[in-house]
């Protein structure tokens, strides 16, 4: 057997492979968390008796080729029956291979290869394809995106024949890179775009805190900092999000790490104020991409030359300088002592001249990215050639050259949803690439991004209260949810990085009404009949033994409580104060005629009988399973399973 060339001396370059070998482990634990927090929630939400049951989004009709299992929305789940599985079991089954396969990658190094990562990624797919509503989020899409580079990046694990770090990792790590930096480019981009009165007057940071969707205890105290810090956090915020996300192409390398602590610090702060699920973790990863082995032990690098290093630190110096000084010019900062210290913001720029900025930064946003990916693939060809000998270097250059050209296909339709903050720079995109993205759109390769673009909440942060009575006229008793606020004097909650999707949607349907929120009255009605899964998601049943003959929903506007006794709504010993503002939904019985026929019209409730499926082994086994967990508490689920797989890890480190 040839024998491959030996490792080029570590003085020559600075090697990626245990930036890659992290990156991998790091996706392999978010998978875990993802899957195990959507295991305890499946019968609830998407159940036979839970509140969007998936075969109503499946369909009944069973497939007969391959071809229609990738048609419309691509789901392994259309092959449950074959295999004599019921939608719920199926959905079942996938989670629990889904922890299985990622619980291994978090253990065991050999694991994390694309054949792990491919599976991870279908079955994951498979389950927001029929998740509806409550599996419709940006983290969602951002981890199958994600999921999809990691497969490009993950070794093919023939360890016994072929190394598992190769010349072409710089190029699929620098896909992550791209990722990252249209996540973040596009999330400050659109805050401006949107229109919103609050980013565009600073005031956004003085909202956040109290309305996001689950704060913790910290998003009190800083709900309550000075109103001038919050306004320049603002200022932060964007200078973060758009300008430095640029740096991320740098060819100096203390700039990409300014770049990376500066993404790290916005993510580390959004981790302590609020819930964000796995999603900030998933961000954190991706900052991955920007660092190099020699960020996580040293290295003998070889030191650059004299000019070299005057020329980097010359380069650094002269663009810090540059940002520090369009962050002041453009927002207006202005220092006073007087009648105590404060840093005065405002934006100096109106919404015409940021369009027009935005319509020459987009195209070069483009143009650099295209640049900086063939400097990488013209670098790894040329270590092929440099440093590889004999079969080893033709192998080498073949594997070059098709990341390569999956790279280049990747960047390129991935500027259909980039463009999507200025339409103007979307005209410059050939009409091929439209067609091509078009085609994989359901296979969610890449997407458009843009967090918290408008804030809501202004004036007090909505939300929808539960109730049930037996009596239409009195003893009417609240349902208390898991994490969102419902008691006042309950603390902010530490949930992330599990996502109770149910307290999601509810944060969601208190900005509408419920005529535009079919689960809404899908779940009412599941409360009115007592079913036992949906229960499971919440925390309080005030009717234990019963179900109530009435159920009724009321909207009420919620504030931090003050820091002190001047404030308007100081209390000692509650976090939140609460007003009511309207009625949200009815009082209505579970016999209610209009009620019944709407949910006959969205499918919940059907004059026909189920269909029963013959009980297989793998359908046996799956469904024991589920007896034995249940539907346990989600953090502390969630938790358990990752913290179980993290230490097994540590511990087989250390015996290694």
Request: charged share 15%.
């Amino acid at each position: 057997m040839c024998s491959r060339a030996p490792v080029p001396h570590p003085k020559k370059m600075t090697s990626i492979k245990e930036t890659r070998d992290f990156f991998l482990w790091c996706i392999s634990v978010i998978y875990l968390i993802a899957f195990s927090s959507l295991y305890v929630q499946l019968p609830g939400l998407f159940g036979d008796n839970g509140i969007m049951p998936a075969n109503l989004a499946i369909g009944s009709k069973e497939i007969t080729s391959w071809e229609e299992l990738l048609e419309g929305q691509p789901t392994l789940l259309r092959l449950m029956p074959k295999l004599g599985l019921s939608t719920e079991t199926g959905m079942d089954l996938l989670c629990i291979l889904g922890i299985l396969i990622s619980f291994c990658c978090v253990v065991f190094y050999s694991a994390r290869d694309m054949v792990s990562f491919t599976l991870l990624w279908m079955m994951y797919l498979s389950l927001y394809q029929v998740g509806q509503t409550f599996l419709w989020f940006q983290w969602d899409i951002l981890l199958l995106e994600t999921g999809f580079l990691t497969i490009l990046v993950a070794p093919l694990n023939l360890q016994f024949f072929l190394p598992r770090h190769h010349h072409h990792d710089r190029i699929s790590l620098w896909l992550v890179r791209w990722l990252l930096f249209r996540l973040m480019f596009a999330s400050g981009v659109v805050k401006l775009t949107s229109g919103c009165p609050t980013w565009w007057g600073l005031t956004a940071l003085t909202v956040h805190f109290e309305s996001q969707c689950i704060p913790t205890a910290l998003a009190w105290f800083f709900h309550h900092l000075p109103q001038w810090f919050l306004k320049l956090s603002c200022v932060a915020t964007y200078l973060i999000e758009i300008p430095i996300p640029l740096l991320f192409f740098s060819p100096v390398k203390s700039m990409r790490m300014f770049a990376f602590y500066s993404q790290i610090l916005l993510q580390m702060l959004i981790i302590i104020t609020g819930n964000y699920n796995f999603f900030n973790l998933l961000t954190i990863a991706l900052c991955i991409s920007l660092v190099e082995d020699d960020f996580f032990k040293r290295h003998k690098v070889e030191k650059p030359s004299t000019i070299q290093t005057l020329f980097n630190k010359l380069f650094s110096l002269v663009v810090y300088g540059y940002l520090m000084y369009q962050t002041v010019m453009q927002f207006s900062l202005q220092v006073s002592y007087s009648p105590y210290f404060e840093i005065k913001s405002k934006i100096a720029f109106s919404k015409e001249e940021f369009s027009s900025w935005l319509e020459k930064v987009v195209p070069a946003t483009i143009i650099l990215g295209a640049v900086s990916l063939g400097y990488i693939i013209l670098s790894s060809l040329f270590r092929c050639l440099a440093e590889e000998k004999g079969i080893w270097k033709l192998w080498s250059l073949m594997q070059c050259a098709v990341m390569g050209v999956l790279a280049v296909a990747m960047f390129s339709i991935s500027l259909i949803p980039y463009t999507v903050i200025d339409q103007d720079s979307a005209k410059l995109i050939p009409k091929p690439l439209f067609r091509m993205n078009e085609k994989l759109d359901s296979f969610q390769l890449t997407s458009s991004y843009g967090l918290f673009r408008v804030m809501t909440g202004v004036g007090g942060r909505p939300e929808v209260i539960i109730e049930g009575s037996n009596s239409p006229d009195s003893g009417w008793k609240e349902y208390e949810f898991y994490y969102k606020p419902g008691n006042i004097s309950r603390v902010p909650p530490i949930v992330a990085p599990h996502q109770p999707r149910l307290d999601w949607q509810m944060w969601f349907a208190a900005l509408g009404s419920y005529q535009h929120n079919t689960w809404f009255v899908h779940l009412i009605y599941r409360l009115m009949t007592g079913q036992r899964e949906v229960l499971e998601l919440i925390q309080y049943n005030p009717f234990p033994n019963k179900p109530p003959k009435f159920i009724r929903a009321k909207l009420y506007h919620y504030h931090f409580t003050g820091q002190t006794k001047k404030d308007k709504w100081y209390s000692k010993k509650n976090w939140w104060v609460r007003e009511e503002k309207s009625e949200y939904f009815p009082a209505l019985e579970k016999d209610n005629s209009s009620l019944l026929d709407y949910l006959k019209r969205t499918g919940l409730v059907k004059n026909e009988k189920k269909e029963k499926r013959t009980l297989t082994w793998l359908g046996f086994c799956v469904d024991y399973i589920r007896q034995l967990i249940g539907q346990p508490e989600g953090f502390s689920f969630v938790m358990t399973i990752t913290g179980t797989a993290v230490m097994a890890n540590v511990f087989s480190l250390i015996l290694k």
